[in-house]
């Protein structure tokens, strides 16, 4: 079987399912999104009219059944010579049973076989709650299109959350009434020149319902006190000189902050943060605070003390960048993103831990193996390399989320992220490839049990996928030391 993520179990049985151009799609009305959204899917594969019936299943249809007693999120997977049933508590069970499905189904029909899916019983639910992604719409924008087709690539490997880092030194991508500037200048401009870009209101809810449609959540991030310097350059009076720097589409990190002692600050954080949580439906609003190198030790403290309270009363779960650790006023709760390395370094453990203490839990995405923008060797074109050199594939696989933090244990982890900073990365397909194949191993660790970690089953399963993403159009790289057809 040639599944990724991994299920939890799978027995093989005797025969197969042949999809026909009779072959239905059949659920309650509750799960007729998923049926719609499954059958859409089999219409451009197969060319077969298969049409969605609401109601019970008949022999030889494919159905989406809706029943109590499966883990949240998880799912089960029949398939035999009289049809294919996928049954869980919620769509979203449904939805991640649909994504196997999608992988068992043959990218052409066999000549032979036509569309056949072995005899299979799956039974499978996630290891994690939070399965994200990051993409960076900040150093280089990206368009709504181009964000929906990120999310429907993650959507395949059952990744349910999308955090997008809106704002950055070189963009501001959200339009935020009363504060035109912020992209009309703001977002005027990305890393390297050409020109920038941003979302009016409605573009991020189109994206956000979207999102919604392939049960991911948008987790937006408005990166504060530091990585402000298109909004410094917008308004003036969020500097403490009241001199706008000028725009900045460099890729040096660290040189800029809001003034922390200028109740205007805290009157333009309410005001974003309050807009944003309101467009956005999803639980969490992260707040960066991130490499604020440019803001005093005792401010950074004192700002975040009050952003992340601001960012709370807004009525969502605030996250942060595990420098957010520092302050000893977060809301109680605050979830911490763990960005140092597999190895923690400096204080970064301790940070950590203090999100857990305080009631909280983490977000893995530890640099050296989880970020999504490392060159995958030192001949990679796009990519950095400050993260303990290029990131492969098999360093990508090859890590375990409950092994990094001393005294943080598995209860404490709310899901691990791979993060997409687009310093070098221009258009879609670069974005793509760059993620994948690495986002696959991502996947496997956020969904499937911890297991012994088995890169040659991996690397043969990911050949099997590569045929897939080859067949949707999506870019990935040639990774070695894995046999792609
Ligand atoms: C560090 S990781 C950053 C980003 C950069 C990235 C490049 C983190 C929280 N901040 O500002 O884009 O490195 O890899």
Redesign the pocket.
């Known amino acids: 079987m040639t599944l990724i993520p991994a299920p939890v179990s799978h027995i093989a049985g005797d025969g197969s399912f042949t999809i026909a151009p009779e072959t239905r799609v059949a659920a309650p009305s509750a799960a007729r999104p998923v049926a719609e959204y499954l059958a859409e899917w089999l219409r451009k594969s197969t060319g077969f009219a298969v049409p969605v019936a609401v109601g019970p299943a008949s022999r030889g249809d494919i159905s989406c059944g809706l029943e109590p007693g499966h883990p949240p999120n998880g799912y089960r997977l029949e398939a035999d010579p009289t049809g294919i049933r996928i049954t869980a508590s919620d769509t979203a069970g449904l939805f991640a049973g649909v994504q196997t499905l999608r992988q068992l189904v043959p990218i052409a029909a066999d000549a032979d076989s036509g569309w056949s899916v072995p005899a299979t019983t799956i039974t499978d639910f996630p290891r994690f709650a939070y399965r994200g992604a990051m993409l960076?719409v900040a150093?280089h924008f990206f368009g709504v299109d181009d964000v929906k087709r990120f999310i429907d690539a993650i959507a395949l490997l059952k990744f349910n959350v999308l955090h997008l880092?809106l704002t950055?030194d070189q963009g501001w991508r959200l339009e935020i009434d009363g504060w035109p500037r912020l992209t009309s200048h703001g977002g005027s401009t990305q890393v390297g020149g050409g020109g920038g870009g941003f979302y009016t209101q409605a573009d991020y809810s189109d994206i956000v319902d979207f999102a919604r449609s392939r049960f991911v959540t948008i987790v937006p991030e408005i990166?504060v006190p530091g990585?402000t310097n298109s909004a410094l350059a917008s308004y003036p009076e969020l500097t403490c000189d009241g001199q706008a720097p000028g725009l900045y589409e460099g890729?040096e990190?660290g040189f800029s902050s809001l003034c922390i002692d200028s109740e205007r600050t805290y009157e333009f954080v309410a005001d974003v943060l309050g807009q944003v949580a309101a467009l956005t439906p999803g639980p969490w609003i992260h707040i960066?605070g991130?490499?604020a190198l440019a803001t005093p030790a005792d401010d950074y403290i004192r700002f975040i003390d009050r952003a992340s309270g601001i960012a709370a009363a807004t009525g969502k779960t605030v996250i942060g960048?595990h420098?957010m650790g520092r302050s000893a006023g977060l809301p109680a709760g605050t979830i911490g993103?763990y960005?140092s390395f597999t190895t923690p370094e400096g204080d970064a453990a301790d940070l950590s831990r203090r999100f857990v203490d305080n009631g909280g839990s983490l977000i893995m995405?530890p640099?050296d193996v989880a970020?999504l923008?490392?060159k995958y060797d030192a001949s990679s074109a796009l990519g950095?390399e400050?993260?303990k050199g290029p990131t492969s594939l098999e360093d990508a696989y090859g890590w375990d989320p409950a092994d990094i933090v001393p005294g943080v244990e598995e209860a404490d982890i709310l899901g691990i992220e791979g993060?997409l900073?687009?310093?070098t990365v221009t258009t879609l397909a670069e974005a793509e490839r760059m993620a994948f194949p690495r986002i696959a191993a991502l996947a496997e660790i956020a969904w499937s049990p911890r297991r012994e970690r088995d890169f040659a089953g991996f690397a043969d399963r990911m050949a099997g996928l590569g045929e897939h993403l080859s067949a949707l159009g999506i870019a990935f790289e040639r990774t070695p030391n894995v046999p792609w057809r």
């Open positions: 960076d150093r880092h950055d990166d990585h890729i990190v960066g991130d490499e960048w420098e993103e960005w995405a640099g970020y923008d490392m950095l400050w993260a993060p900073w687009t310093e």
